[in-house]
């Protein structure tokens, strides 16, 4: 533990040494729609991300990262290798590959946030949460207090269309951490939003990390966000995507969006982007 003040944490203090997400050998082949020719995304490809670590995954367009995620959701299976959960097989390689298991998500807590909010239209706010809930086998009670918790409580009975692009996608955290997910999958869940908006949501985010560590995985293509949020960043390369290069950020939390480490980190991995 860094500091005096019991409020901050260091990364070391927080991440256990046992691993959450596990894969293992994992290859991901796909017929592209376009040429009919198979692309490998993932040959042979591993990677451990422990309890209570915020892993964040950067890389060009079109490595796999948003596949690194669909393969560890559930919603896509491996051709071969495995991918476990808390020492739960999720998958494992199978000769006919398809669609992942709907339950998985359930079975294994998992908040998910995606680039767009994704929310049901013809439904409340508060109803969207009560649904995700009720579909963990949780108290749809919980609505109200996770709308509370990212400042939206005056809003749960509006429908989404009503909500700004920033309101939303609190919305969806909400839905996303409603759940009390032991493991959290973010897919550039703020780049779609202004630069003010995205700050925002990125203070938001480290809160409710910090009021309750968890287990995630974060894509985005922005470095200094990566430095921001995560315990470590991976950089993904190639065709099939490898790690090509690794930054551990040993910065305690609650972290400053001006604090000059950032920068200095977003450097050091804007340069092994290339
Ligand atoms: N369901 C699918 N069917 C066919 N090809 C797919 C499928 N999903 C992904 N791919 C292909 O796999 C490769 C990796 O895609 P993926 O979306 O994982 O990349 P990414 O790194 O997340 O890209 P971006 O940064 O642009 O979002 C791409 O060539 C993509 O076309």
Redesign the pocket.
Known sequence: MSGTDTATSSSAGRIQRRPYVVLDGVSKE????RTGVR?T?FDDFSLTVHHGELVAVV??????????L?LVAGL?RPDSGRITLNDDTLAAGSPTPGAGNSTDMARHRLGVVFQQPRLLDWVSVRRNLELALTSSGLDPAGADRALADVGLAEYAHHYPSVLSGGQRQRAAVARAFAVQPELVLLD?PFSALDQLTARRLRLLLQELWTARPRTGLL?T?NPLEAAFLADRVIV?DGRPARVSAEFTLDLSRPRTPEDPRLFTYQNEILAALG
């Open positions: 796909f017929t592209s729609a692309e995304v890389g060009a367009s079109g490595t796999g990262k948003t596949t690194l669909h896509e550039e894509v293509h993904l």
